[in-house]
């Protein structure tokens, strides 16, 4: 069965409705629809935040890839200990290497030094798709329902929202059609940190 077209206005407007009772939950986020700024990286006002405050957690896809993208091994790009790399008891097991309170790739002028082989969390940040439950208005973590079904019909709906954070959003106003492939290789960039 093929998956459902998604109208940009009809789920802009599903996502306004949930959004008024999901916003005191998600304090830092604002919620991303057609007409909304688009994200433009702006290292000259950027403050690194999320290369300083977060620590980036990596899937082994992510370790993978980092380590053919730069040539270099696990045990010089991610957090040690007894120099074995750390492996926590998580989704996303491994965390990226850090030095002096900030990402070891981050490099003057707040630009990344590993760009292409950046992990997921990294390609995703400063977007994220949020699955709220009007019916029960809390948010769904586990399981939540394939985004072309969810954003057609049903209590769930996503919302796309963008961290308050980054200085970066400032650019053209989205066009539906760029909105909506926003919120698709968002989510599904998300469901692969699992």
């Not at 926590?88 to 981050?106: K, M, S, V, W």
């Not at 019916?135 to 394939?146: F, L, N, W």
Request: proline share 11%; charged share 20%; glycine share 6%.
């Amino acid at each position: 069965m093929p998956a459902p077209d998604i109208d940009p206005a009809a789920l802009a407007s599903r996502m306004r409705a949930a959004w008024q009772a999901a916003a005191s939950r998600f304090r830092a986020y604002h919620l991303i629809l057609p007409g909304s700024p688009a994200f433009i990286c702006k290292t000259d006002a950027c403050e690194a935040a999320c290369c300083r405050v977060f620590s980036v957690a990596m899937h082994d896809r992510d370790v993978d890839h980092f380590a053919r993208t730069t040539g270099l091994q696990p045990v010089q790009f991610l957090e040690l200990e007894e120099g074995q790399p750390v492996r926590l008891p998580l989704a996303q097991p491994y965390l990226l290497a850090r030095d002096e309170g900030r990402c070891r790739f981050l490099q003057p002028a707040h630009h990344c030094g590993v760009y292409e082989a950046r992990p997921t969390a990294c390609r995703l940040y400063p977007h994220f798709v949020i699955y709220w439950n009007s019916a029960t208005e809390r948010p769904v973590y586990q399981a939540p329902p394939p985004l072309a079904a969810a954003a057609v019909a049903g209590p769930v709906v996503p919302l796309l929202l963008g961290h308050d954070g980054c200085p970066g959003f400032t650019g053209p106003p989205l066009a539906p059609a760029d909105w909506l492939e926003l919120l698709r290789e968002t989510d599904h960039l998300q469901r692969n940190l699992a």
